[in-house]
């Protein structure tokens, strides 16, 4: 057989490569029983101005891929896999070398990668490049809405637009005092296919909340939940929730999931009392570039 050989990095994929992202994924979860968290949606919609995806070929055939996020410009996340076959060859190793080096290049400073828990092979190789355990989130489905009926005066949901990017980062940095990085993410969103849906939540006309509404290729996602600090607690979140769901579901059969952070009990009670199923659990892993720089001179 002859093709295609070693590690070659693409700033786009052709549909034949994103067709071999897809098959290989498809034979690395059934081997390893995971769920493996590469979007072909946001392979598809690669802007090309950057070298995010990286593939290694054996005679022609993909037996190794990682990939970079599009997302931000400071941190990059980071996912792979190799063919069961082809493991313990240092194929993820090249890919890993590779992908840094560039980010590193484009004076990206933290690397984080992601790996479900599940994955024993995954957590063996991030223990030897020196990345420190961040956090974990669990994904949750949705299974049959569990509704609670309130309805509170004067809250309301809409599509939020241009107007409200100051609002929408005003919310979403509260906690981390990172509004820049914020206020980059939010504008990129905005410039980005109707798949991408950002929703300001309102009570007598004051910002409550937001969160989004990501449209992929075979699931609802909801992500970047936030209720405005002072307001968390009375249930304004539960009605949020409720009424995005209504939303999504007016829309499309497609089943709805999220994201949470393993620690935040609040949330995931919420979640599991509307009616999501815990279905498997990522783990984040840090490496600061920034580290390797200074030390390599």
């Avoid at 809250?155 to 637009?161: E, K, W």
Wanted: hydrophobic content about 40%; some cysteine.
């Amino acid at each position: 057989m002859t093709g295609k050989q070693g590690l070659i990095a693409r700033r786009t994929l052709t549909q034949d490569e994103i067709m071999e992202i897809s098959r290989l994924i498809d034979i690395c979860n059934t081997h390893d029983g995971l769920r493996m968290r590469i979007g072909l949606d946001m392979l598809r919609d690669r802007p090309g101005d950057e070298t995010n995806d990286f593939l290694y070929y054996a005679d022609g055939q993909l037996v190794g891929y990682l990939e970079a996020d599009s997302w931000g410009s400071k941190d990059k996340e980071l996912t792979g896999m190799v063919h069961p076959t082809f493991r313990r060859q240092g194929i993820f190793t090249a890919l890993f070398a590779a992908a840094k080096e560039e980010v590193r290049q484009r004076g990206v400073q933290k690397l984080i990668m992601v790996c479900e828990h599940a994955s024993e092979s995954g957590r063996a190789f991030l223990a030897t490049t020196g990345a420190e355990f961040a956090y974990a989130e669990r994904e949750m489905w949705l299974g049959r809405l569990r509704k609670r009926g309130r309805r509170t005066e004067g809250l309301s949901m809409r599509q939020a637009n241009a107007g409200d990017i100051e609002t929408i980062v005003s919310l979403l940095a509260t906690d981390s005092g990172n509004f820049a990085a914020v206020e980059e993410h939010v504008m990129d969103l905005m410039g980005k296919p109707g798949g991408y849906r950002l929703y300001l939540a309102t009570l007598h006309g004051q910002p409550l909340g937001t969160v989004r509404l990501d449209f992929m290729q075979e699931v609802i996602g909801i992500y970047a939940f936030e209720v405005r600090l002072g307001y968390r607690g009375l249930g304004y979140g539960r009605e949020m929730l409720e009424q995005l769901i209504h939303i999504a579901q007016a829309e499309s059969d497609k089943p709805i999931m999220l994201d949470v952070e393993t620690d935040n009990t609040n949330a995931v009670g919420l979640y599991l009392s509307c009616g999501f199923e815990v279905k498997t659990t990522y783990d984040y892993y840090k490496l600061s570039l920034e580290k390797i720089i200074s030390c390599t001179g």
